[in-house]
């Protein structure tokens, strides 16, 4: 094979891909800084102009993006309040000055040699998210981004410094975080759920005090008691934050279990404080500041409906193993599980985290899930064509089925 031709300015592999080669993780895309190139000369070496707010390009052969060296200026308010600047004269290091934390701040050239001019492998070693220069503030994405990361590392020990603590909560307090778009919000949150431990996402955003302006209605569940026989946290975020971690554990990297852990339990924020104790109905309560919560954030319909469904009959499929079998079947039936039965193992993840993400719990059995699994694929089994085969047709033929269905369920017992 013949050997690539050399590029005619210079290329450094950056951010994410230094990173995670120095954590000695797997995977992950890998991203270029081209310093003293222009677009035209890009263009002429056969790359791919895909960048849209600044020049980003593909390689012809790796598909990789190669990024011309920028540099950034604060224009106005929110993720779009920004001019660029790319010319062949701005160097790698005043393109690394503009990243978000000292861990991304990092390249490397064609020979491995590390580049590193604002200490981000002290950080990993030390173990410590710290920005890079007091321009953090100007990006209110940065603080999700910190926050998604905390959520990553957290079970590698690593922790936010607390001068970029300091800088998160001047980001909430000067009203930056006001101008984030929904979309952006949810695809940062989205990307946290499928972190390793995302209760540490929470965390952060609590601290700075960014949850209670992005996400007011979780951020309403920290203070509200539970029993604490049934609870011995009993602080219902701090059940929260459990269930989100205990969901990552059962269905790693599902975010749609994670968003409906993350909404199960809205519905206690709205307890009357006399009913504190036992939180009657807070399924019911929930279903409302989930569905605007859902409306804000442009959450998809697919999460959506999944969340909700958590909410709304949880306690149902903890109570599964004492429902009748017409019961079952109707909570099979308004899950849509006969229809979608993928359905059905997604929200069996979420209550079954809801079950043991509380203190002492995590080890706890969820037998409900095989009872719900066994009564769903009996259901499914039942035929219609014997049924036909008697002339009955319309109604009366799908209550037929119905029944035949409930006759299904009630001989597993």
Not at 28 to 55: C, H, I, N, Q, W
Not at 135 to 160: I, K, T, W
Not at 334 to 343: K, M
Request: glycine share 8%; with cysteine.
């Amino acid at each position: 094979m013949a050997a690539a031709t050399p590029l005619p300015f210079t290329c450094y592999l950056v951010g994410g891909a230094v990173r995670d080669r120095l954590l000695e993780r797997s995977g992950g895309d890998r991203d270029y800084v081209v310093v003293g190139a222009t677009p035209e000369a890009m263009l002429a070496a056969g790359f791919k102009s895909v960048g849209k707010d600044f020049p980003v390009f593909l390689h012809p052969q790796s598909g990789e993006e190669y990024a011309l060296a920028r540099t950034e200026r604060k224009t106005g308010h929110g993720y779009h309040g920004f001019s660029f600047q790319a010319t062949s004269s701005i160097s790698l290091e005043e393109d690394l000055l503009r990243r978000d934390l000292t861990i991304n701040a990092m390249a490397e050239d064609d020979t491995g040699k590390l580049i590193d001019p604002h200490g981000g492998l002290r950080d990993l070693q030390n173990r410590v998210l710290r920005h890079v220069s007091p321009a953090f503030v100007e990006d209110p994405v940065r603080l999700l981004r910190l926050a998604r990361f905390a959520a990553r590392f957290a079970p590698m020990g690593f922790r936010v410094a607390e001068e970029t603590s300091v800088l998160l909560c001047k980001m909430v307090a000067d009203g930056e975080i006001d101008h984030l778009v929904p979309e952006r919000v949810w695809a940062e949150t989205r990307k946290a759920l499928s972190e390793a431990q995302p209760s540490v996402f929470l965390q952060v955003l609590r601290t700075s005090g960014a949850l209670a302006v992005l996400f007011p209605e979780v951020d309403a569940l920290y203070g509200v008691p539970q029993r604490a026989d049934y609870h011995p946290e009993v602080d219902t975020g701090a059940h929260l934050e459990l269930v989100l971690d205990m969901a990552a554990q059962l269905a790693p990297g599902n975010d749609r279990v994670g968003y409906a852990a993350l909404t199960h339990d809205l519905g206690k924020a709205r307890t009357p404080c006399e009913q504190w104790q036992r939180h009657i109905g807070h399924e019911q309560r929930g279903v409302a500041p989930l569905r605007a919560m859902s409306a804000r954030l442009r959450v998809s319909t697919e999460h959506a409906a999944l969340a909700e469904a958590v909410c709304h009959y949880h306690l149902d499929a903890h109570r599964a193993r004492e429902l009748r079998p017409a019961t079952v079947l109707k909570l099979l039936e308004r899950l849509d599980a006969l229809r979608r039965p993928q359905r059905l193992g997604e929200f069996l993840l979420a209550c079954e985290a809801d079950v043991r993400g509380r203190q002492g719990f995590a080890e706890q059995a969820y037998p409900q899930a095989d009872r719900l699994r066994t009564a769903l694929a009996a259901a499914r089994a039942v035929s219609s064509e014997p049924l036909r085969n008697q002339g009955l047709q319309g109604p009366v033929l799908g209550e037929a089925i119905r029944q035949a269905r409930i006759q299904a369920i009630a001989e597993l017992s």
